[in-house]
């Protein structure tokens, strides 16, 4: 089954609005990656979190990691049309056998 | 620059028939994995390699087989299709570069099992 639980599973939003999806794990994890996977497309890397408490900002993208390395965050601050698309999280509990969120589907209404 | 491609893009297949996904990577990554991507499931690994020659088990192996005798090929073997393994494939590949190892994505494979 799946290790790490992604919410909300869809999010639909004004342009201009503020997205979050959250990924929660039952057991602390090493580190988190982000991927953003545009519709018909591939997944594409965003970033990796490793330390406790960790944030990281990429332009209107901001990254948590939880303090005790269960949960993360992704945060994006008014939103545009170009970031239609689902996100997922993944976590490695071996190494590198990955485990993806479900993913949370984003659309944007212009 | 070709980076990562998978063949064919697209494939109908009848049950009980072998399929062969091929993937193609040119950075002489290590690490290489197949995933299959559902409706509700998100990705889902079923097989990784860390090097030529040394593959290991994923989430959903079951039905599938691998091999990498080359390091830049790591082919997907489906011996007796099933409607089940209807979906769409992505193979991935990745380095370790300091603590960071991110996955670059292929295209993807769209399977149907008819």
């Known amino acids: 089954g799946q290790q790490v639980m992604q919410i909300p599973q869809y999010q639909h939003v004004q342009e201009g609005e503020d997205f979050t999806t959250y990924c929660n794990s039952s057991t602390t994890l090493s580190n988190i990656q982000w991927y953003k996977q545009r519709p018909g497309g591939h997944p594409v890397f965003l970033i990796q979190?490793?330390?406790?408490?960790e944030v990281k900002k990429q332009k209107r993208l901001t990254f948590q990691f939880g303090e005790a390395k269960k949960n993360s965050s992704l945060h994006i601050t008014a939103t545009q049309t170009t970031d239609v698309g689902t996100y997922f999280c993944?976590?490695?509990?071996?190494?590198?056998?990955?485990?993806f969120g479900s993913g949370t589907k984003l659309n944007v209404k212009p | 620059d070709a980076g990562i491609t998978q063949s064919p893009r697209y494939k109908i297949t009848e049950t009980g028939r072998q399929v062969t996904l091929m993937c193609h990577q040119t950075?002489?990554?290590?690490?290489m994995f197949w995933y299959r991507q559902d409706l509700g499931h998100g990705l889902r690994l079923i097989y990784y390699s860390a090097a030529a020659d040394i593959t290991d088990k994923g989430e959903v192996p079951d039905g599938y087989v691998v091999s990498r005798s080359k390091t830049e090929n790591f082919p997907l073997t489906l011996e007796s299709a099933t409607r089940s393994q209807t979906s769409v494939y992505f193979c991935?590949?990745?380095?370790?570069?300091?603590?960071?190892?991110?996955?670059?994505f292929g295209p993807g494979t769209r399977l149907t099992v008819t």
């Open positions: 991935a590949s990745s380095e370790r570069v300091g603590g960071s190892y991110e996955q670059y």
């Open positions: 950075w002489s990554h290590s690490y």
């Open positions: 979190l490793v330390k406790s408490g």
């Open positions: 993944a976590v490695a509990y071996n190494f590198n056998k990955f485990y």
